[in-house]
């Protein structure tokens, strides 16, 4: 009992007194704060510029790094830069590296807005809710009740895509264009034409 009410005045100095304080010295971690300096989103790592450490301002931004796993916060991890942050951090061979990184008095990271290119591509095809058919928002996430299935093509009740007739229909006025601009039809019209040549000149 005595060590846990002392820990209250412990630890906001240096003094090993405080159970919190006396664990994060020894595992060799320092709190910091600064901004993201910046932030590669598609490898997934950057540096942060600490301006203050243990509570006091530096003279000089310090670089820390950071690694996306190190981020607290939902979905997909990265910075922006110039984003506010409060961080521990260690020494390692790399020098100065992050060990927990979140926003001001431990609020979840803001992030960035960029996302690699790769994950742009895959998220385009399911930016659609299958359950209203709104855009930005997946079904499991969707405010509505649980809607009757539409049809993906056409947004009708009444069949499902693979039954669609309207894109049954499409497909079929696509394949007629095909075969209408495909050269082998053009072929066979003008055969006749090539056969009345042969005649005419093994008449003369």
Same mark, same amino acid.
């Given at each position: 009992?005595?060590?846990?009410?002392?820990? *209250?005045?412990?630890?906001?100095?240096?003094?090993?007194? *405080?159970?919190?304080?006396?664990?994060?010295?020894?595992?060799?971690?320092?709190?910091?704060?600064?901004?993201?300096?910046?932030?590669?989103? +598609?490898? &997934?790592?950057?540096?942060?510029?600490?301006?203050?450490?243990?509570?006091?301002?530096?003279?000089?931004?310090?670089?820390?790094?950071?690694?996306?796993?190190?981020?607290?916060?939902?979905?997909? @991890?990265?910075?922006?830069? *110039?984003?506010?942050?409060?961080?521990?951090?260690? =020494?390692?061979? =790399?020098?100065?590296?992050?060990? @927990?990184?979140?926003?001001?008095?431990?609020?979840?990271?803001? &992030?960035?807005? @960029? +996302?690699? $290119?790769?994950?742009?591509?895959?998220?385009?095809? *399911?930016? @659609?809710?299958?359950?209203?058919?709104?855009?930005?928002?997946?079904?499991?996430?969707?405010?509505?009740?649980?809607?009757?299935? $539409?049809?993906?093509?056409?947004?009708?009740?009444?069949?499902?895509?693979?039954?669609? /007739?309207? $894109?049954?229909?499409?497909?079929?006025?696509?394949?007629?264009?095909?075969?209408?601009?495909? /050269?082998?039809?053009?072929?066979?019209?003008?055969?006749?034409?090539?056969?009345?040549?042969?005649?005419?000149?093994?008449?003369?």
């Amino acid at each position: 009992a005595a060590e846990s009410g002392g820990m *209250g005045s412990a630890s906001n100095q240096t003094v090993t007194g *405080g159970c919190a304080q006396s664990e994060e010295e020894e595992a060799g971690l320092s709190r910091g704060s600064g901004v993201c300096k910046w932030f590669n989103v +598609r490898m &997934g790592f950057g540096f942060l510029s600490m301006s203050s450490r243990d509570g006091a301002s530096l003279e000089q931004p310090l670089d820390v790094f950071v690694h996306q796993s190190k981020l607290h916060m939902e979905g997909f @991890r990265s910075l922006r830069e *110039g984003e506010a942050v409060e961080f521990t951090f260690k =020494k390692s061979s =790399k020098g100065l590296e992050s060990v @927990r990184v979140t926003g001001p008095n431990g609020a979840p990271c803001l &992030g960035s807005e @960029r +996302r690699p $290119k790769s994950a742009q591509k895959r998220r385009s095809k *399911g930016d @659609r809710c299958y359950n209203c058919g709104g855009p930005g928002h997946h079904a499991k996430e969707c405010q509505l009740p649980p809607q009757p299935k $539409k049809c993906h093509f056409c947004q009708s009740v009444s069949h499902m895509v693979a039954n669609c /007739p309207v $894109k049954a229909q499409q497909q079929q006025q696509q394949q007629q264009q095909q075969q209408h601009s495909s /050269p082998g039809s053009q072929g066979t019209a003008t055969s006749p034409r090539d056969e009345e040549e042969e005649l005419s000149q093994a008449a003369l």
